[in-house]
């Protein structure tokens, strides 16, 4: 402590004070905003961690989020935004505007149905190399072909979940998720489960002998039912495939970037595949 000018002022590792600053933020969300004011570091660190995860909840925040991309420079985006959520009803020019800037992102959830110019959707990924992907695929490269999983946007890319599987380009060609060089967990999004969707399942786990974890999202409990008594002779086979429920899409997402086991739906996949292993021997 000093009392340098009449006052006690408290000397602290900038490292500290910052996990001090950021830890208080992280427990009662709202505070960031206020702590922001207490000095201009205070401000620089809470606006790396009110970037550091970006979730267009609606479009009213995308309007607010597009405001401070036009006054703030895109290096500020690159650096700072880490995890980035645009749902569905995001305007697709409006999430093109934000993914030209998000250029850092390694957490990626894109969920625009509709693809106005894939060209130029294509073109904005490009250079991103995110390794946690969540995408409606039609949305982003158009239906008319599949996604082209040996471009370098997939490289790096460890968990993936496709929320328009199976690809309407494919019809019955194989979804070639082997081309990924570095998955490791998969989900896709299952709305019904007939022979030709559990023959495409088997044919996933066949081709991804290093995948280790086929998640099985379906819209609700009832549905993980269905799925579990349609899918019984699969999983028998092999142990890799987890059914879960997805009806809350975006609060699954953001869970998923906690890790723990109560929030992610990936930590839980692989918690069940090693009870079913156990289970076994």
Known sequence: ?????????????PELERDIFER???????TAVVFA????RVQQWMESYLYDTVTLASRTVCDRFLYVVGVRPPAFFVATVKSLCIPGDIAPEDAL???EVCKGVVNLAYW?????????????????RPERLSINAGGLFGREVPPDFTHPFF??????EVVDWPFVALSSVPSRFELLPSLTHLAVDVDRYDESIINQLRSVLKACPRLRVLLCLVPNERAMIDASHAFRELDKDDGRIVILSDSDPLENWEGSL?????TCP????????????????
């Open 1 to 13: 402590m000093s009392d340098r000018q009449g006052g006690c002022t408290p000397i602290l590792p």
């Open 258 to 262: 906690i890790g723990s086991y109560d």
């Open 37 to 40: 004011l207490v000095a201009r």
């Open 97 to 99: 505007r934000v993914l």
């Open 155 to 160: 490289e790096q890319v460890t968990h993936l």
């Open 112 to 128: 625009i149905t509709v693809c106005i110019r894939p060209s130029r959707y294509f073109a904005a990924i490009s250079s991103l």
């Open 266 to 281: 990936w930590t839980y996949a692989e918690a069940m595949i090693v009870e079913k292993r156990n289970s076994k021997t």
């Open 24 to 30: 208080a933020a992280w427990s009662c969300r709202g």
